[in-house]
């Protein structure tokens, strides 16, 4: 079983900044992506960053120049480093992983951390 463990959020605020940590851990055989999605109050789920296994970042439209996300591949970590924090940034934040377990190794999975909060005061 692969699992996710996410730690960094907190109260900040606005124009703060917060780093939020992800580190996947089980019997892992390869993982493609790592992101962030994260989720306010009364709207849907939304990516906020990936980075692919090859290295390749995308962000969305509302956090790019403020957000970077970052990977080791050999310790299967992803941060992601949040400056110029807004109110309208408050959210859960998941860290996901799309990822081939041992147990399986010819399928891709998504896995979900549990969501750390991240809170912007105005």
């Known amino acids: 079983q692969v699992q996710l463990v996410e730690s960094g959020g907190g109260l900040v605020q606005a124009g703060g900044s917060l780093r939020l940590s992800c580190a996947a851990s089980?019997?892992?055989?390869?993982?493609?992506?790592m992101g962030w999605y994260r989720q306010a109050p009364g709207k849907q789920r939304e990516l906020v960053a990936v980075?692919?296994?090859?290295?390749?970042?995308n962000y969305a439209g509302s956090v790019k120049g403020r957000f970077t996300i970052s990977r080791d591949n050999a310790k299967n970590t992803t941060h992601l480093q949040m400056n110029s924090l807004k109110p309208e940034d408050t959210a859960v934040y998941y860290c996901?992983?799309?990822?081939?377990?041992?147990?399986?190794?010819?399928?891709?999975?998504?896995?979900w951390g549990q969501g750390t909060q991240v809170t912007v005061s105005s």
């Open positions: 996901n992983a799309e990822a081939t377990p041992q147990s399986a190794r010819y399928y891709l999975f998504n896995y």
């Open positions: 089980g019997s892992i055989f390869s993982i493609n992506a």
């Open positions: 980075v692919s296994s090859g290295g390749s970042i």
